[in-house]
């Protein structure tokens, strides 16, 4: 059977990573989360306090970037059964899903240099394809020839409910469930659409040749049987 690039762009929280781990399984692929790698970059400047009051230490993330103090790379994790995320060898999976991170990343991620080094890095990842990779331009930029591309959408409301389910079932503490809120977590995914789709650098735009999943109204099993009939159909094809 021949192997192909699955390329999985769309709206954030539309659950496409779940939907892209769980067909990478299915059909034994590599799975790639790239807004894991924007979380990690973003997560490297926090720490280094690029983020002053008034915005971006641009430079001094470029200058990072330029010294190669920035590695990024992922480790399958059997347990629970998805990759993790390592920056400069150190697990920050959890660290990157905070909301701290994800306020931030926008802006991050809108960085022409950013992009270039990420881009690099993901093309790189593809060359022996059998890939699924997630993210806002990968069917536009980073393998604007992959042969399935799929662009995911669901309603804002319906996000913002997944994300703030998602965060209360991750909470462990009931301080840490007070502080959740759902109207700020929508505001965030209302501001990370506007900021993804209207930046210079590769915004986030569905590829022509995409064919559009909207998941306001479908379940998980759904979901995954419309993935394997458009796999299906283009691996089966002569
Ligand atoms: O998918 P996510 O929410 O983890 O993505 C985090 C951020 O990174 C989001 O604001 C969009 C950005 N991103 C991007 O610009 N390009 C990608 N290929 C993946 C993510």
Redesign the pocket.
């Known amino acids: 059977m021949k192997k192909i690039i699955i390329a999985i762009?769309g709206h954030?929280?539309c659950g496409?990573?779940t939907m892209a781990k769980q067909l990478a399984k299915e059909i034994g692929y590599v799975y790639i989360?790239?807004?894991?790698?924007?979380?990690a970059v973003t997560l490297f400047a926090m720490r280094n306090g690029m983020f002053p009051d008034d915005g971006i230490r641009e430079e001094d993330l470029k200058d990072a970037i330029n010294a190669d103090k920035i590695h990024i790379n992922f480790k399958f994790n059997s347990e629970a059964g998805r990759p993790d995320t390592y920056l400069n060898g150190e697990n920050v999976e959890t660290e990157i899903r905070q909301m701290a991170v994800?306020n931030r990343?926008?802006p991050?991620?809108?960085l022409p240099f950013v992009?270039a080094l990420?881009t690099e890095q993901?093309k790189a990842m593809g060359q022996e394809k059998g890939i699924v990779m997630?993210?806002?331009?990968?069917g536009t930029a980073?393998f604007p020839n992959a042969e399935l591309k799929i662009f995911v959408t669901a309603s804002a409301a319906v996000r913002a409910q997944r994300r703030y389910d998602e965060l209360m079932g991750k909470a462990k503490t009931q301080e840490e469930k007070d502080a959740l809120s759902y109207d700020e977590i929508l505001k965030n995914v209302e501001e990370?659409d506007y900021?993804?789709s209207h930046?210079a650098t590769?915004p986030?735009r569905q590829a022509d040749d995409a064919v559009v999943l909207d998941n306001s109204n479908m379940t998980i099993p759904e979901q995954n049987a419309w993935l394997m009939e458009k796999f299906n159909s283009i691996v089966n094809e002569d």
């Open positions: 762009d954030s929280s496409k990573s989360d790239t807004g894991a790698m924007y979380r994800s990343v926008s991050i991620a809108a992009r990420l993901q997630d993210g806002r331009d990968i980073v990370r900021i993804d930046r590769a986030l």
